[in-house]
């Protein structure tokens, strides 16, 4: 059994816990930049992600989650491959990730290790008894560095054109652009199933207008609920407001060992 609260001062955070690896989180194969160089509407390239700070083992954690919410997305860089401990190259399809918490109903970590002992971390809580990674509080920073096997954003298309509206002005002029941006994000999945807020979308979909949102400062939602979390990990750095707030809280953490 592991303790409830994993905790680590301000710094970054290696999700190695009892699994001895560092960890992160989503990838996807295009970004925005593209579709948004193509409108016009960059008006300068994105910053790029903030450094690693070591070389992260070659065998990531897989992070499964049936229902999670992200806290404050403040950013998304696609494309974000990484020079591994063992000189290898990650995917190309990583995604860089920041927030300020990430909410994670039934978590289960597992250390990816072919032909080893299969060592899982759980929490098998939701709701209150969630995992949550980073606080809420306005100074915590998460970041991630993953490739999703499958990553899905719930949220209506009428919530992020409300908000493409109420900050027309940034776009000088390309309002237009931008809500086509939406509609072509939105529209293959008008017919789809509904997620606890509207459809829940694969992330990739989502890419092109997120990434012109945040490059033009709009903010999203505060909260993004996620369905079908489910991660390649390769980095997680986490800081938080103080020695009172932990980085990680598994309120029904256990550490389970299977052979190989």
């Given at each position: 059994?592991?303790?409830?609260?994993?905790?680590?001062?301000?710094?970054?955070?290696?999700?190695?816990l009892?699994?001895?690896?560092?960890?992160?989180?989503?990838?996807?194969?295009?970004?925005?930049?593209?579709?948004?160089?193509?409108?016009?509407?960059?008006?300068?390239?994105?910053?790029?992600?903030?450094?690693?700070?070591?070389?992260?083992?070659?065998r990531?954690?897989?992070?499964?989650?049936?229902?999670?919410?992200?806290?404050?997305?403040?950013?998304?860089?696609?494309?974000?491959?990484?020079?591994?401990?063992?000189?290898?190259?990650?995917?190309?399809?990583?995604?860089?990730?920041?927030?300020?918490?990430?909410?994670?109903?039934?978590?289960?970590?597992?250390?990816?290790?072919?032909?080893?002992?299969?060592?899982?971390?759980?929490n098998?809580?939701?709701g209150?008894?969630?995992?949550?990674v980073?606080?809420?509080?306005?100074?915590?920073?998460?970041?991630?560095?993953?490739?999703?096997?499958?990553?899905?954003?719930?949220?209506?298309?009428?919530?992020?054109?409300?908000?493409?509206?109420?900050?027309?002005?940034?776009?000088?002029?390309?309002?237009?652009?931008?809500?086509?941006?939406?509609?072509?994000?939105?529209?293959?999945?008008?017919?789809?199933?509904?997620?606890?807020?509207?459809?829940?979308?694969?992330?990739?979909?989502?890419?092109?207008?997120?990434?012109?949102?945040?490059?033009?400062?709009?903010?999203?939602?505060?909260?993004?609920?996620?369905?079908?979390?489910?991660?390649?990990?390769?980095?997680?750095?986490?800081?938080?407001?103080?020695?009172?707030?932990?980085?990680i809280?598994?309120p029904?953490?256990?550490?389970?060992v299977?052979?190989?």
């Amino acid at each position: 059994m592991i303790p409830g609260n994993v905790r680590q001062r301000r710094g970054p955070l290696r999700i190695l816990l009892v699994l001895t690896v560092a960890a992160l989180l989503s990838g996807t194969a295009y970004g925005p930049a593209r579709i948004a160089d193509a409108l016009g509407l960059h008006r300068m390239p994105p910053p790029p992600p903030e450094s690693v700070g070591f070389l992260p083992d070659p065998r990531p954690i897989e992070i499964i989650s049936p229902t999670a919410r992200v806290i404050g997305l403040s950013k998304v860089v696609p494309n974000q491959a990484l020079r591994l401990a063992d000189g290898s190259m990650s995917p190309p399809d990583m995604l860089y990730l920041r927030a300020k918490a990430i909410e994670l109903d039934k978590l289960s970590i597992t250390q990816l290790r072919p032909g080893q002992s299969k060592f899982s971390l759980n929490n098998k809580g939701s709701g209150d008894q969630a995992a949550l990674v980073g606080s809420p509080s306005p100074d915590s920073v998460v970041e991630i560095w993953v490739r999703p096997v499958s990553l899905k954003l719930c949220v209506t298309a009428q919530t992020l054109k409300t908000i493409i509206v109420n900050y027309a002005g940034v776009f000088g002029g390309r309002l237009d652009q931008v809500l086509q941006l939406l509609a072509d994000a939105f529209t293959p999945f008008a017919n789809g199933p509904l997620g606890p807020v509207g459809p829940c979308l694969p992330i990739q979909s989502l890419l092109p207008l997120i990434g012109v949102l945040i490059d033009y400062g709009v903010p999203l939602p505060a909260v993004l609920p996620v369905a079908g979390l489910d991660l390649n990990v390769y980095v997680l750095k986490v800081a938080t407001s103080g020695p009172q707030t932990p980085s990680i809280v598994l309120p029904l953490g256990q550490l389970e060992v299977a052979p190989a």
